[in-house]
C-alpha cells in the first residue's frame, strides 16, 4: 500500500514537471545566474573582506573539531524553523500575482548563498580539499532542498500564470488549493532535507573535518 502511494506521488511529480517544462527552465536558470553572482562576488572583494571571511571559516572549522558531541535536536529545529518559513513565503508570495518578483527574487538569492558558499571554501581551502568540503557540507541535503525550492517556486508561477489567463473565480480557487497541497508536499521533502542536512551531513562533517 505504502509503496503504491509513493510511485503515484513519483508519477505525480514526473507529470509536474513535464507539464511546466519552460517555467522550471526559467527559474533553475534564475538558480544557476545566483550561484554565478556568488562566485563572482567572492572573486571581485577586497583583501580585508577575504581575511575576515578566512577567519570566520577558520573559526568554524575549529569549532567542528573541538566539539565533543552535536546537540542534533537544537540544529534540525533551526533548520526546519527555517525551511518552514522558506515553504510558507514561497508559498504566500505565489498565490499573489504581485508577489512573483519576491518569489523569483528568493530563488536569486538561495543561488547567490550556494555559489557565495562553494566559493569561499575553495578559495580558502584550494579546489580540491574544497570542492569535497563542499560536497560533504552541502550535496546530501541539497538532492532534496534545491529541487522541492525550485517546484515551490514553479508552483507559485504556473498560479500566476492561472490567474492572468483565466479570471474566473471559481478556477482560481482551485489553482489556489492545488498549490496549497502541492506546497504541503514539498514542505515535507524540505523537512526531510532537514533531517538528512543535521543527522547525515553535519555527522560526516563532524567526522571528516579533521583531515581538511
Known amino acids: 500500500m505504502k509503496r503504491d502511494k509513493r510511485i503515484k ?46 577567519e570566520y571559516f577558520n573559526t568554524f572549522t575549529e569549532k567542528m573539531r573541538s566539539m565533543e558531541t552535536i546537540n542534533s535536536m537544537a540544529l534540525l529545529k533551526n533548520s526546519m524553523g527555517q525551511n518552514i518559513i522558506l515553504a510558507i513565503v514561497l508559498w504566500f508570495f505565489g498565490t499573489t500575482v504581485i508577489g512573483l518578483p519576491v518569489v523569483f527574487g528568493i530563488v536569486l538569492y538561495r543561488g547567490f548563498c550556494l555559489g557565495y558558499t ?30 522541492a525550492m525550485l517546484a515551490l517556486a514553479v508552483s507559485g508561477f504556473k498560479l500566476y500564470k492561472s490567474i492572468i489567463k483565466d479570471r474566473n473565480k ?41 583531515y581538511f
Open 9 to 54: 506521488l513519483l508519477e505525480m511529480l514526473k507529470e509536474h514537471v513535464k507539464n511546466n517544462k519552460k517555467e522550471y527552465m526559467i527559474v533553475a536558470l534564475l538558480f544557476v545566474i545566483g550561484i554565478f553572482l556568488g562566485v563572482l562576488f567572492i572573486n571581485h572583494i577586497q583583501e580585508g573582506q577575504k581575511t575576515e571571511i578566512t
Open 118 to 147: 562553494i566559493a569561499v571554501c575553495v578559495t580558502i581551502m584550494g579546489l580540491p580539499q574544497g570542492l569535497w568540503f563542499v560536497l560533504i557540507l552541502l550535496l546530501l541535503q541539497n538532492i532534496l532542498f534545491i529541487p
Open 170 to 210: 471559481e478556477n482560481i480557487k482551485i489553482e489556489v488549493v492545488r498549490h496549497t497541497v502541492f506546497s504541503f508536499l514539498m514542505l515535507l521533502v524540505l523537512m526531510l532535507a532537514s533531517v538528512v542536512e543535521i543527522f547525515l551531513s553535519t555527522n560526516i562533517l563532524k567526522g571528516l573535518i579533521k
